[in-house]
């Protein structure tokens, strides 16, 4: 898979770059939607959710880390605590002007 390293701070990016962002990165979303979907704990991210952020490097030891994994229960525990968190953490991405506020105790603006 293709990293791009002017990511090297997802948050950093305004709203309408990061979906410009997503759509230059279709294709790994499509790899890394259905593993994170299939790994993560909780509800199941949707079509929104941000998955092609593991092709880059910021969390390119965290995909390498999930590895060929295929069930949740393969993975070590500090893994898949990272997974949670990168799911919690980026559920909003796409929707919010906001990103980097994530763990805000209110909700983030929407755009």
């Known amino acids: 898979m293709d990293t791009y390293a002017f990511l090297a701070d997802p948050r950093a990016l305004p ?6 962002t997503a759509a230059r990165l ?3 979303q499509a790899v890394w939607l259905p593993r994170v979907r299939q790994l ?5 991210p949707d ?7 593991l ?6 030891d965290l ?12 993975l ?16 909003d ?3 919010t002007c906001d990103g980097e506020d994530s763990f805000a105790p209110v909700a983030p603006q929407r755009c």
């Open 63 to 74: 995909a390498r880390r999930l590895g060929n994994t295929t069930r949740r229960c393969q």
């Open 40 to 44: 993560a704990d909780g509800p199941a």
């Open 93 to 95: 991405y796409l929707r």
């Open 76 to 91: 070590p525990t500090e893994v898949a605590d990272e997974l949670d968190w990168f799911v919690l953490a980026f559920t």
């Open 26 to 28: 279709h294709n790994e």
């Open 15 to 20: 709203l309408a770059e990061r979906r410009a």
């Open 55 to 60: 092709a880059t490097p910021p969390f390119a």
């Open 47 to 53: 079509e929104q959710f941000p998955a092609f952020l």
